[in-house]
């Protein structure tokens, strides 16, 4: 986004897509909120009348907006949101980390999804997830609350292995000095990965996880790539290796993101790295971008 590069956003906008919020105020005839509730925001707008919707599946719609991305966002003190896009958080939930429910329902999603690929569920699977970013990171940590038998991480980066170490990710790797292949063998034994997921969204790291990729593999696309990418199709016809787009996540994906986190069962405090208060939203940006290998997830506060 900060670079312009993001292919589907419009611009200009307000951004901000994770938001941690009270409510001010309520307007008149809404029901089930009141002042001082704390809240998130599910920030997908849809129409609700495609096909895709018609079936639950409203993170597809057909004229999907996503508030941050497509419409105005949360980067500002005060917005007017509809009562059917908030969701409750319990009271004694740090008001901070309200913005970390959208990035585990991501998670949440990206491991459903690589389940539902294989038709059958979580339980019992060996999942492994390339980047130990926070997408990468809640991936992983998803994967373990819904029931996986074994999560392996892997990353470049010493310090985020070292996060989901302290997470609880038993499995990692770092595969600038093992390969993806060799890292997943080690981890999982001959029978590899069930289910691999990128959180990356590079060229080098799609081809590395479809030369890991066992027959029959899953491998779930939730990066997102910002360039074209080329690799040998009969790789994945011969090997019937699944590949699944993913797109963010439904409601109950953001409901259990909210359960994980109030339960433990996710850890979501330590992945905020730096805070900056509003007045230094252009700092903010240029210290992000300048220490990607700092950065877990930065807020801004109002």
Excluded: W
């Amino acid at each position: 986004m900060y670079h312009g590069k993001h292919k589907y956003m419009t611009y200009p906008v307000i951004i901000g897509h994770e938001a941690s919020a009270s409510v001010a105020e309520t307007g008149e005839g809404v029901e089930g909120f009141k002042a001082g509730d704390k809240v998130t925001v599910q920030p997908q707008i849809f129409c609700g009348k495609c096909y895709p919707c018609s079936i639950g599946r409203f993170n597809v719609c057909e004229s999907l907006k996503v508030m941050g991305v497509h419409s105005d966002g949360f980067c500002r003190e005060y917005a007017a949101v509809g009562v059917s896009y908030l969701r409750r958080c319990p009271s004694d939930m740090k008001e901070e980390l309200l913005t970390l429910v959208e990035p585990v329902a991501v998670g949440i999603g990206a491991v459903k999804r690589g389940a539902l690929g294989r038709g059958r569920g979580v339980q019992g699977l060996n999942i492994a997830v390339v980047g130990a970013g926070t997408i990468g990171n809640c991936v992983a940590q998803a994967a373990k609350a819904l029931g996986a038998e074994k999560v392996l991480i892997t990353d470049i980066s010493a310090a985020k292995l070292e996060f989901a170490r302290q997470c609880g990710i038993e499995r990692r790797a770092d595969t600038s000095k093992v390969s993806l292949s060799d890292a997943i063998e080690g981890a999982f034994g001959s029978r590899k990965a069930d289910v691999i997921v990128d959180a990356v969204g590079i060229p080098a790291s799609m081809r590395a996880i479809l030369g890991a990729a066992r027959r029959s593999s899953v491998v779930v696309v939730t990066g997102n790539f910002k360039e074209p990418l080329t690799f040998e199709v009969p790789v994945i016809q011969r090997q019937e290796i699944s590949v699944v787009g993913h797109m963010m996540y439904v409601r109950e994906d953001f409901e259990d993101a909210i359960r994980f986190m109030e339960s433990g069962a996710v850890r979501a405090d330590g992945l905020i790295t730096q805070r900056f208060p509003a007045s230094e939203l252009k700092e903010a940006f240029e210290f992000i971008d300048a220490h990607p290998d700092r950065v877990m997830k930065a807020i801004v506060t109002f």
